[in-house]
C-alpha cells in the first residue's frame, strides 16, 4: 500500500460509527454514462438535459415524450453492475461500522451490490422507480416503460397525474426527512468517508464539516481534487475500484 491508503485503513479499522457520502466516481468502473462530456447523453441530446428540469418535463410535452423514450431503450441507463467499490461498502457493512450511506447517485447499485437499503439514504432518488406528481404513488419503474415500449408515449398514473422517474429534478428540493438524516448521522459518526464526490454540491458538501465539528475526522476519496481538501484528515487520489477495497479491508465478493 502507499501511504495515504495505510493511513486511512488504520482509520477505518479504529473506526466504530462510520458515515459514507458517496458520488458519481463510485459509480464510473460500472459503466454509468457520461452526462456532460464530448460523448454524453445530454451533449448528443440536449433534450434529455433539459428534461432534467421539473419545469419543462412538466409544462413541455414533446421533450416528456423523448425523454421516456430514452429510458425506454436503455439509451439513458443501459444494464449495469455494482464494481469492487461498492462491494467494499458491503464489506464495511458486515463489519458493523457502517452508521449510514448518503448517496448523491440515482443508479442503485448500492442496493444491487447487497447494502441494506435502510442504511441508504439518496438524497437524489433512485432511477429504478417511478413517481406521481399528483398523488402519492411510487412504484418500480419498469411496468411504466414497458407501457412506453407498447407504445403508450406520454404514462399517466391511475390518478390521470404525470408520471416521472423517482429522482430529484433542477428545480425540485430534496426531501426533508433525508436532509435531517444525513446531517444527524453525520453529527454522531466518529469517521466520514467521502467517496467520488468532488464535494462540490449543496447541502450535502456541508456533511464534511459536520462530521468535523463534531469531532470525526475524515477520508476523501477521489480521482482528484475535492472541495473539502483542506477539512480532510487524509486524503486518498487514484482509482476507486481498487483502492476503496484496501482501505475498508475487506475482501471483496463476487456481485449478487
Not at 423514450?69 to 444494464?79: F, H, K, Q, S
Amino acid at each position: 500500500m502507499n501511504e495515504p491508503v495505510d493511513q486511512a485503513a488504520t482509520m477505518v479499522a479504529a473506526a466504530q460509527r462510520v458515515v459514507v457520502l458517496t458520488g458519481a466516481g463510485i459509480s464510473t468502473d460500472s459503466g454509468i454514462p457520461d452526462f456532460r462530456g464530448p460523448n454524453g447523453v445530454w451533449t448528443k441530446n440536449p433534450d434529455a438535459e433539459k428534461a432534467s428540469h421539473i419545469d419543462v418535463y412538466v409544462n413541455d410535452q414533446v421533450i416528456r415524450q423523448s425523454n421516456w423514450n430514452l429510458r425506454a431503450t436503455g439509451a439513458l441507463w443501459p444494464d449495469i453492475s455494482p464494481n469492487p467499490g461498492h462491494q467494499a461498502l458491503v464489506d464495511l457493512e458486515a463489519q458493523g461500522k457502517l452508521r449510514a450511506l448518503v448517496t448523491q447517485n440515482v443508479d442503485g447499485l448500492h442496493q444491487m451490490a447487497g447494502s441494506n437499503p435502510e442504511k441508504i439514504i439518496e438524497v437524489h432518488g433512485n432511477v429504478h422507480e417511478a413517481v406521481c406528481l399528483v398523488c402519492d404513488w411510487r412504484d418500480d419503474i419498469e411496468p411504466v416503460l414497458e407501457r412506453v415500449r407498447n407504445g403508450e408515449a406520454d404514462p399517466r398514473c391511475h390518478c390521470g397525474g404525470l408520471i416521472k422517474a423517482a429522482t430529484i429534478l433542477f428545480g425540485q428540493s430534496l426531501v426533508e426527512q433525508d436532509v435531517n438524516n444525513m446531517f444527524a448521522a453525520a453529527s454522531n459518526c466518529d469517521l466520514l468517508l467521502a467517496v467520488g464526490t468532488t464535494l462540490g454540491v449543496s447541502p450535502v458538501n456541508g456533511l464534511v464539516p459536520q462530521a468535523v465539528n463534531g469531532g470525526a475526522s475524515v477520508i476523501i476519496v477521489n480521482g482528484g481534487p475535492t472541495e473539502m481538501d483542506d477539512l480532510a484528515t487524509v486524503i486518498v487520489e487514484g482509482p476507486i475500484s481498487e483502492l476503496l477495497p484496501q482501505i475498508v479491508g475487506g475482501e471483496s465478493r463476487p456481485t449478487r
